[in-house]
């Protein structure tokens, strides 16, 4: 993915560097959504021989992934974290899994795991922000000798609007391939700059992006679902932000989609 790259390995370093992003500007074939979706199938299918693993929420993102790979014929084994209090997201998942008939690898983690996760390694290893399961999967992945592949998108989700958005880039899809710098993580929605030129030339209507996602993805609508953590751990994730030492930036701002596609388009 060398036309975007991140600085973020350097908060192994130093917990005080802001998250950066830099874009290579090229010129390319403009290709719709859907091409571009299969494009980016086919060349991490080629770019390996490794088995290759899809970490499978249930969200738009993964359905999408999952559903493109079944259906090019690319053998994959799709991988499902089930941690209490996401059991709605998780059902569009097991939906998924039942219709295409796929053998779901499962990794169940209890909350006290993921609180504990996240302090031990997300907060003190790279004074990240986010708590996140992508790490256990690459875990397993690493144990596995694979590959992951991880959704990663550069556009909005949930309630929020299409129009007029600011884009950004999260510092967490990249914990990951800093944890396990000997897997490779394959960042589907921006593994290619034609799917994100796709995707920003799809969003000119006035809706909301789980609207968008619906209508481009053409997929079942489903709301943002964020999972209910218990009162206590939610408690131990809020005093950890409250007073953690440093805090630098963990996005990394693009501009609104014109300013965006200046960025990346070299015309």
Not at 72 to 79: A, D, R
Request: charged share 30%; glycine share 4%; hydrophobic share 35%.
């Amino acid at each position: 993915m060398s036309w975007l790259t991140t600085n973020f390995q350097d908060r192994l370093l130093d917990p005080k560097v802001d998250f950066q992003v830099t874009l290579k500007k090229s010129r390319f074939q403009q290709i719709s959504f859907q091409d571009a979706v299969n494009d980016v199938v086919l060349k991490i299918a080629n770019s390996t021989d490794k088995k290759i693993f899809i970490g499978f929420s249930g969200g738009y993102d993964s359905e999408l992934i999952v559903r493109s790979f079944h259906k090019l014929n690319v053998n994959f084994t799709p991988i499902l974290v089930e941690l209490e209090g996401c059991e709605l997201e998780r059902s569009y998942a097991y939906d998924a899994a039942n219709q295409l008939a796929l053998d779901l690898v499962v990794l169940r983690l209890s909350m006290q795991d993921y609180v504990r996760n996240y302090y031990e390694v997300i907060y003190k290893k790279l004074n990240g922000i986010s708590d996140d399961v992508r790490p256990f999967i690459c875990k397993y992945v690493n144990n596995q000798n694979g590959i992951f592949v991880d959704g990663g998108t550069l556009v909005g989700d949930g309630e929020e609007k299409v129009m007029d958005y600011d884009y950004y880039c999260r510092e967490y899809p990249f914990y990951a391939s800093t944890l396990f710098p000997s897997v490779k993580v394959y960042n589907f929605f921006f593994h290619t700059p034609q799917i994100v030129f796709s995707m920003l030339n799809e969003a000119n209507i006035d809706e909301t992006w789980a609207e968008y996602k619906e209508r481009v993805f053409k997929l079942r609508y489903r709301p943002k679902m964020r999972g209910t953590i218990d009162e206590k751990f939610q408690d131990v994730f809020d005093k950890i932000r409250m007073f953690r030492k440093h805090r630098p930036n963990s996005k990394f701002y693009f501009g609104k989609k014109e300013q965006f596609i200046d960025l990346i388009l070299e015309k």
